[in-house]
């Protein structure tokens, strides 16, 4: 892909934050577009910032977000990757709210699973 691949950050935990933001500096087809503060910040920033991505922090990983479903309805191509702030799961969310598990021991594993949603041929 040769477009750069817009992330926007949303309630990433902390601990895992910086660690994820120098991970996406160092590849040559992402970048870091701003951070949302809630919700409604967030519906409004996706737009304005045309992201491509969207990373969150998520309490209950077993349950897609309330404010996925808005989201993906807005924005279907819009990737949404969730971080459980409970454990060491991610769930990505595409394409009219299918759901995938990503198993990662680092932040690098993260940005691997947003390469490869995004070399897919449907993108």
Known sequence: MSETIKILLLDVPAEIQDVLEGVIQRQDNMET??????????????????????????????RMPGICTHLLAEYPDLLILTLSTEDSRAFLYERKIAQKEITFQSPEDLIDSIDEAFSSPMY
């Open 33 to 62: 577009v701003g951070e949302a503060f809630d919700p409604i910040n967030l519906l409004l920033t996706v737009d304005d910032t045309e992201s491509d991505v969207v990373i969150m922090g998520h309490a209950n990983a077993d």
